[in-house]
């Protein structure tokens, strides 16, 4: 099985500042089946990013995927308000299915 | 437009069985997949297994497998989680999404399952 780990846990930036979020995978993960996901407090997850860089309909140009093998980010420009939230990022491979990472929390400072 | 509507939370005790469902419309049931996912409270997002309505194909990941059954029925394009035998441990929100080509694009409101004794 795939493992995700996401860094750092907790991320702690001012609304305006640029937020780089990891993903590090324990085997090479095909960059088509690599996504991220934003969950607000008491809310279902949003899907923000897919095949790596593509960003999901309705997605701000703020958000945007990288990376490819076993190293993904998720970079946000800009911060607004409304992004202090916690992000995962979630593969696919053909031998287990799905796997998330653990997550990281965005906060506000 | 999409949506997924999940059944209403429910409370339960250690042993009872429990099927919760999760209602789609506005996109062909058969041509998408529906996944279930585990969010414990105060933790991370848990993938259970997944299921193509077209022709029932179900796979389950390796933690979840024979603990949960997934099944869907085309005619109300409706997917269902059930139980035979709730541990306090399945104390948890259940999440359902559509899948299409790797990613969970829509998902459902979410809903409470709490077992205890």
């Known amino acids: 099985e795939i493992v995700l780990t996401q860094s750092p846990g907790t991320l702690s930036l001012s609304p305006g500042e640029r937020a780089t979020l990891s993903c590090r995978a324990s085997?090479?993960?095909?960059?088509?089946?690599l996504a991220w996901y934003q969950q607000n407090a008491g809310q279902a997850p949003r899907l923000l990013i897919y095949g790596g860089s593509n960003r999901a309909t309705g997605i701000p140009d703020r958000f945007s995927g990288s990376g490819s093998g076993t190293d993904f980010t998720l970079t946000i420009s800009r911060l607004e308000p409304e992004d202090f939230a916690v992000y995962y990022c979630?593969?696919?491979?053909?031998?287990?299915?799905?796997?998330f990472g653990q997550g990281t929390k965005l906060e506000i400072k | 437009e999409v949506r997924l509507v999940q059944s209403g939370a429910e409370v339960k005790k250690p042993g009872e069985s429990l099927k919760i469902s999760c209602k789609a419309s506005?996109?062909?049931?058969?041509?998408?997949?529906i996944t279930w996912v585990r969010q414990m409270p105060g933790k991370g997002l848990e993938w259970m297994g997944i299921i193509y309505p077209g022709d029932s194909e179900t796979r389950y990941s390796p933690f979840f497998q024979g603990h949960i059954t997934i099944s869907a029925d085309k005619s109300i394009t409706t997917a269902y989680l059930q139980w035979s035998s709730l541990k306090t441990s399945d104390t948890a929100m259940y999440y359902c999404a559509r899948g299409d080509r790797f990613r969970f694009d829509y998902w459902g409101q979410g809903m409470l399952v709490a077992v205890s004794s």
């Open positions: 979630q593969q696919y491979d053909n031998s287990s299915g799905f796997t």
């Open positions: 085997q090479t993960v095909s960059t088509d089946f």
């Open positions: 506005g996109y062909k049931f058969t041509s998408y997949w």
